[in-house]
């Protein structure tokens, strides 16, 4: 027992001093466990992020707007990639985060269970959805376990390009005809209190957030990030001459108050009651399976290419 509780001291020691947890180190089974929940999570919603946006890549207004959108698109299915490889070096299999996404099993994040209606939702997702990503993904550089923390660094360069792109289709659409204005600001209104829920429920009801902020994984709570990204687009905003639901100047805070969110609802949709919950996951499992024989080709030939590099010379 006493020896358990050096490992532990020892481990402790190394995140109050800001040293990277690696693979290969000792660590708490439950650091493990919170590191392939949070980080397998966070995967997921790369790639179930990827069902929103591709919906209008067929209807991109112009040559120029598909281009992005691909690029942004694909950039996701990669991040889902440096995600899944991160949680792979805790012990656990592809195979197995993919079994639990596909049967329900493992949560992704509550926004991507959104319709995107219109273009315009294209500007907003990269607007605000990718805008709370950073928000998060920034802090989540600092995280103690290396191989999450390195993933997040190229991660965060490639949001910075989804975000200006999304902001600048607003921007477009902003200086455009009154449809197209109104369009906007439909889209903004039907997207802003679920962007502002990706930063997780209050603290009072975060779970994980004492634990993972004693590890350091969390550096931030979800309280303090989330307004801090309330107060930072609701300047973006003004360059769109356009407004944000019960975002208003409180001059007692120094912050701008949001209104109520509806965690009723968030609590649903987790729990696979929103809009497009069936939907995304269904996509997920037929992608799959449709490339079921993609992985069996790639397995033979890699097994193919080891007999051969083992066989003796004849
Ligand atoms: N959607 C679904 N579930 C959520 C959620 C959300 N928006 N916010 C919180 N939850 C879940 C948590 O997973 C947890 O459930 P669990 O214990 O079964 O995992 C429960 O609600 C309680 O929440 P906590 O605050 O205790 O959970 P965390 O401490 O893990 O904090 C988090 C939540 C801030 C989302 C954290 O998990 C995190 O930082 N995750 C990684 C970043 C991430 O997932 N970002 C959003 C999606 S990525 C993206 O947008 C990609 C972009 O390119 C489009």
Not at 177 to 187: I, N, T, V
């Amino acid at each position: 027992m006493s020896q358990n509780i050096d490992f532990q001291t020892r481990f402790q020691a190394k995140i109050d001093a800001e040293i990277k947890i690696e693979p290969k180190d000792w660590m708490p089974e439950a650091y493990r466990k919170t590191l392939i929940r949070q980080i397998s999570q966070h995967a997921h919603s790369e790639i179930v992020g990827m069902l929103p946006e591709g919906n209008w890549i067929t209807r991109a207004p112009s040559l120029r707007r598909k281009v992005a959108l691909l690029a942004k698109v694909q950039d996701e299915a990669g991040h889902g990639l440096y995600l899944y490889s991160a949680a792979e070096t805790l012990g656990v299999s592809r195979e197995q985060l993919l079994d639990d996404l596909h049967s329900g099993k493992a949560k992704y994040s509550s926004i991507f269970n959104y319709p995107t209606l219109t273009w315009a939702d294209i500007g907003t997702i990269g607007w605000l959805v990718d805008g709370a990503a950073i928000m998060n993904q920034v802090m989540l550089c600092r995280a103690s376990y290396g191989p999450y923390a390195r993933a997040m660094v190229r991660i965060c360069k490639e949001e910075s390009f989804h975000h200006r792109q999304g902001f600048e289709i607003l921007l477009t659409l902003s200086k455009g005809s009154e449809a197209q204005r109104k369009m906007a600001q439909e889209s903004i209104n039907r997207w802003w209190k679920p962007a502002l829920m990706m930063f997780g429920p209050p603290d009072s009801e975060s779970t994980n957030s004492e634990m993972s902020t004693k590890w350091k994984i969390k550096r931030e709570s979800n309280d303090e990030l989330r307004q801090r990204f309330v107060d930072v687009a609701a300047e973006q905003v003004t360059f769109l001459n356009m407004t944000l639901p019960d975002v208003v100047w409180n001059e007692e805070r120094g912050h701008f108050d949001f209104g109520e969110l509806d965690w009723e609802h968030f609590w649903s949709v987790v729990k696979g009651n929103g809009p497009c919950n069936k939907q995304r996951l269904a996509a997920r499992v037929k992608a799959h399976e449709e490339g079921a024989w993609v992985r069996e080709a790639a397995l033979a030939y890699a097994e193919k290419r080891k007999n051969r590099t083992e066989a003796p010379p004849q």
